[in-house]
């Protein structure tokens, strides 16, 4: 009696992984949805659904790579880390510059509206919110702190990492993954001031 072995990468096209691997290369998260810019509207991301159904191939699979694949409930997006050093300087640059604009946004924003408006496509960062953004001297002096140029090189670094869609010239809405750092990074320094 032969007996017939199935091996996980028989099951998944290579097309749809290697796509998979080349988005946590670039140190984006994969979010449940991503923004169709053909639909107009948040749709479920296939890359997510397939990882989420074959969780236990693709975290054996970055394993083997040298990272760990992580799943935030929560924020319902992938993340990859490097298994061989959490104080990695370049994931803590990375990490500080992501938490500043994302802080520096919820700080604008929550002076002009609801901050739950930011993962909205109804609402989001219009046109005006960054003018107002780019106004500021004192963030555009942080910015360059973080060797970020301007606003707009800020923007384009979290729309790098899948952190915000821009919908537009000049239009974006933060992902859900954005919004679950936000709200943490807001109740992390809710609770430091209130100590």
């Known amino acids: 009696m032969e007996s017939t072995v199935v091996y996980s ?3 998944i096209p290579y097309t749809k992984s ?3 691997y080349r988005h946590f290369s670039q140190g984006k998260v994969l979010n449940k949805q991503r923004y169709d810019e053909i639909q107009g509207c948040l749709v479920d991301d296939d890359l997510f659904t397939l990882v989420f159904n074959k969780i236990k191939h693709f975290k054996l699979f970055f394993k083997h790579m ?3 694949l992580k799943f935030d409930e929560e924020g319902d997006f992938f993340s ?3 298994l061989r050093d959490s104080s990695n300087d370049e994931s803590d640059d990375n990490a500080m510059k992501i938490q500043a604009i994302l802080l520096f946004v919820g ?3 929550s002076t002009v509206g609801d901050l739950a408006q930011l993962e909205d496509p109804m609402f989001g960062l219009k046109e005006s919110d960054v003018d107002a953004l780019k106004q500021d ?3 555009a002096s942080s ?3 973080l060797r970020l140029e301007n606003w ?3 923007l384009e670094y979290l729309s790098s990492r899948s952190l915000i869609f821009k919908m537009s010239k000049d239009q974006y809405i933060l992902s859900k993954a954005a919004m679950t750092f936000l709200t943490r990074l807001i109740e992390a320094h809710t609770e430091f001031v209130n100590k």
């Open 152 to 154: 707009d090189k800020a």
């Open 137 to 139: 001297h004192m963030l």
């Open 66 to 68: 040298g990272y760990e």
């Open 107 to 109: 700080r604008y924003y």
């Open 9 to 11: 990468f028989d099951e």
């Open 80 to 82: 990859t880390q490097d």
């Open 18 to 20: 290697t796509a998979i």
């Open 143 to 145: 910015l360059k702190a």
